[in-house]
């Protein structure tokens, strides 16, 4: 129907633009490293302490990379006024919203498959049986991020200072997501498996369905020339 | 087609951008919109076009309100604005791809290279619309519109950006589109190229209406009744 | 005329009350209810401090509410309601966490600590105090009610969400504190310590709707000052 296949166009034309720009994946795979390294100068670890504080660790450098990533997500409408050629087409404004979603969900989930692998090997972690329970709990994570995230970036997108200003109203709402994803992860590395982390499990995809159609509905009133 | 505006009033902040614009425009006019800089003609092509919504008063096309959720009407209006609204980094053949799709016109690859040579940019069909110049840029946003058939369309500074072979493509482009049954509003400060071609003018001073006449004989009365309205910038 | 100073008449009778309830409340308070069994004098403080607390989410509510309402309607005193209950609400919320800051030296020998509560007052005021910030650093006032009435829809949709996951993770980590934040407090209390606080409950909902009606007050003359200087006269 034609709020797929508008979705699909806008996402193409994003994907386009990012491969032959290059502004974002990039900087956020090395922003990602970057973090990694002055975690590390941060904290004196041991292997017991490493797996400990990964998941929080790893959670909060993806948090910060994909903040960072949604300052530049509205970049390439802002110049020569394209959200403006966007605002004036019979697009839905769903679409616009569900394709700006679903780059940035693909951008961190490409940067979280890069730093997640390095923090085992930096950190001398032996995680990799558990990595698709923990990368499950990461993309349940990352998609509340980036539904709330999305939205916000476009509420922000005029305002001043605004790049401080998406984290400060970002960060406080993001709480449940992630308290849960750190939590959930945490439980995976410790007991093994994913039994006791399914309620976390189960609050961070609730909060995804919830705020992925608030957000849809809300986004139309949001997103202005 | 039939657009009525009634009393539209657009406001930022303190002041009135457009005050109490009411107008009637109808199939195959050619509306020639004058006024000194900050007289509210962006603002008003901004309004008909519903990229801004009125702080009140109210537009219909063909007896159907247009807010900002109309996207039926949106689809049959084209703004042609010297700000680009294209993507620097797709090609001019993606980017007339991409608005095709949005629009949800059917065009076949044929069509496209046909309006890309309309334009004379057959040659740029592959490059970055970065590497084009500004005219260039113009001319193809006017190959977008070839290709999208709007029945209603804005033009802001056409002659701005436009070179003499540019100017030709436009006018006989406009000619077409009005004697098709669409509607033109063109917002200029080039007085006399606009003047002669239209058939009606409209003068905006402090975003009010204080001229609107349509084009009439004796030639020359018109133009003097015109020029007695024409504020000289402040 | 009348009508202004009706209005102006309301609330005086208003923030009349609420003084008077406050005084009673404070007399009461510290006064008339007996010293908790556990922690002496110092419990004394409950009597402000669950009451701002309950008072903080009250204001909460009502910026949705005014939200919602925005959104649906938009009419201009919806939102006004919304901003002065953000505003009052950022004061009481601050105004919770310092009290349950000084209630906890002497009871737990720390000035602040991570329990269910505290964390949660702290969640809170961000969330108000980003309000604050966002409707000030947007500079077109029609845009900034608009994403002012999204943060607060999505704002409080996520209340009970942190509550949800803040109370699981200190119930899953710590050993419940000495103020068991699964419980509230009033399970436990003397009956003369329940008059006490339900006459500060009612001191406190009464200063803050007085509070609440003049920073409401003051966002009304902003808008009629506005509304005068666009239309010209009142």
Redesign the interface.
């Given at each position: 129907m034609a709020l797929f296949r508008q979705t699909t166009w806008l996402l193409w034309k994003d994907l386009l633009l990012e491969m032959r720009r290059r502004e974002s994946l990039v900087s956020m795979f090395f922003f990602a490293a970057l973090l990694l390294f002055l975690f590390h100068f941060a904290f004196e670890f041991s292997t017991e302490r490493a797996a400990e504080m990964a998941p929080g660790l790893l959670w909060l450098a993806s948090i910060f990379t994909g903040t960072l990533g949604l300052t530049q997500l509205f970049q390439a409408e802002r110049e020569n006024h394209c959200l403006e050629a966007l605002l004036l087409s019979p697009v839905d404004r769903g679409a616009l919203y569900l394709s700006k979603f679903a780059f940035h969900l693909l951008l961190m989930c490409l940067m979280e498959l890069f730093t997640f692998p390095l923090f085992g090997v930096l950190f001398n972690l032996d995680f990799w049986r558990l990595l698709p329970s923990l990368g499950l709990f990461a993309f349940v994570g990352t998609v509340g991020f980036c539904v709330l995230g999305t939205l916000f970036s476009a509420v922000t997108l005029k305002a001043r200072a605004r790049e401080l200003l998406l984290p400060l109203i970002l960060f406080p709402l993001m709480i449940p997501v992630i308290l849960a994803t750190i939590r959930g992860m945490e439980i995976i590395l410790r007991t093994g498996e994913l039994e006791e982390a399914l309620p976390w499990l189960r609050l961070l995809i609730g909060f995804d369905v919830i705020f992925l159609t608030a957000a849809f509905l809300i986004f139309e009133w949001v997103i202005e020339a | 087609m039939r657009v009525v505006t009634r009393r539209l009033s657009k406001a930022y902040g303190f002041l009135w951008a457009v005050k109490d614009a009411s107008l009637e425009l109808h199939s195959g006019e050619r509306v020639a919109l004058f006024g000194p800089n900050g007289a509210g003609k962006t603002t008003l092509l901004k309004l008909l076009s519903a990229l801004l919504s009125p702080s009140s008063g109210e537009i219909e096309i063909d007896g159907a309100r247009l807010l900002p959720g109309s996207s039926g009407l949106r689809s049959a209006i084209g703004l042609l604005s010297p700000e680009g609204y294209l993507y620097e980094s797709l090609t001019a053949r993606e980017n007339l791809r991409l608005f095709i799709s949005l629009y949800a016109r059917r065009r076949e690859a044929r069509e496209v290279a046909e309006a890309l040579d309309q334009v004379k940019l057959s040659h740029w069909a592959e490059e970055y619309v970065s590497s084009l110049s500004t005219g260039m840029k113009y001319r193809l946003a006017l190959a977008k519109w070839l290709l999208l058939e709007p029945k209603l369309l804005l033009l802001d500074e056409p002659y701005a950006v436009l070179d003499g072979a540019g100017v030709d493509l436009l006018e006989d482009y406009l000619e077409r589109l009005c004697r098709g049954g669409g509607i033109v509003v063109m917002a200029t400060h080039h007085v006399p190229a606009a003047l002669s071609r239209c058939s009606r003018a409209i003068i905006l001073d402090q975003g009010r209406i204080i001229f609107d006449e349509p084009r009439q004989e004796p030639w020359e009365s018109f133009q003097r009744a015109f020029a007695a309205f024409l504020p000289r910038g402040r | 005329m009348a009508q202004i100073e009706q209005k102006g008449l309301g609330r005086r009778i208003l923030g009349g009350l609420a003084l008077l309830f406050v005084l009673l409340g404070l007399y009461v308070a510290l006064v008339q209810a007996p010293p908790d069994a556990y922690q002496g004098e110092v419990q004394r403080i409950m009597y402000l401090h669950i009451p701002s607390i309950l008072v903080a989410y009250l204001s909460f509510f009502i910026v949705f509410v005014g939200s919602c309402l925005f959104?649906w309607k938009r009419e201009k005193r919806d939102d006004t309601l919304a901003y002065a209950a953000a505003e009052t609400g950022v004061l009481f919320t601050g105004l919770t966490i310092v009290e349950g800051s000084i209630w906890g030296r002497p009871t737990w020998g720390v000035w602040w600590t991570w329990d269910a509560r505290l964390t949660l007052t702290a969640?809170l005021f961000?969330?108000f105090?980003?309000y604050l910030?966002?409707r000030s650093?947007?500079?077109?006032?029609e845009?900034g009610a608009?994403?002012g009435a999204?943060?607060g829809?999505?704002?409080f949709?996520?209340i009970p969400?942190?509550h949800?996951?803040?109370y699981?993770?200190r119930t899953?980590h710590q050993p419940p504190s000495i103020l068991r934040p699964d419980k509230a407090p009033w399970e436990n209390i003397h009956p003369s310590m329940l008059l006490a606080l339900a006459i500060n409950l009612v001191a406190f909902a009464l200063l803050y709707f007085y509070l609440l009606s003049l920073r409401f007050r003051l966002g009304e003359m902003r808008e009629e000052l506005?509304r005068i200087?666009?239309y010209g006269g009142p």
């Open positions: - | - | 959104l969640i961000l969330i105090v980003s910030m966002l650093l947007i500079e077109d006032e845009r608009l994403c999204v943060l829809i999505i704002g949709l996520d969400l942190i949800m996951s803040v699981w993770w899953l506005k200087k666009l």
